[in-house]
């Protein structure tokens, strides 16, 4: 199996930064493409970024810009800095890898961590 720990959300004010990291452990062979993911209250799950294994990235509109997606392979871990978040920037946010186990590929979820943008 694989875990994936998430940190680095909180509460910021409009115009802030932050850096949301997530780590994925267990018995990884390989990850293919990296993702994060957010859910506001009473909205449905929403993409947020992505990056492949090669390092090609790709954003939602809404935080082209502002956002940048980052993934560090030796780590297992991919980054979301967040730059110039708004109050519709609050959600709780979660990351999804693509990764090839002992017993094929999966998609795997962090557990979620809350990012709240409010003055």
């Known amino acids: 199996q694989v875990q994936l720990v998430e940190s680095g959300g909180g509460l910021v004010q409009p115009g802030g930064s932050l850096r949301l990291s997530c780590a994925a452990s267990?018995?990884?062979?390989?990850?293919?493409?990296m993702a994060w993911y957010r859910q506001a209250p009473g909205k449905e799950r929403e993409w947020v970024a992505g990056i492949t294994s090669d390092g090609s990235k790709n954003y939602v509109d809404s935080v082209k810009g502002r956002f940048t997606i980052s993934r560090d392979n030796a780590k297992n871990t991919v980054y979301l800095q967040m730059n110039s978040l708004k109050p519709e920037d609050t959600a709780v946010y979660s990351c999804n890898v693509n990764a090839w186990t002992g017993v094929g590929s999966d998609n795997f979820w962090g557990q979620g961590t809350q990012v709240t943008v409010s003055s």
């Open positions: 267990g018995m990884i062979f390989r990850i293919d493409v």
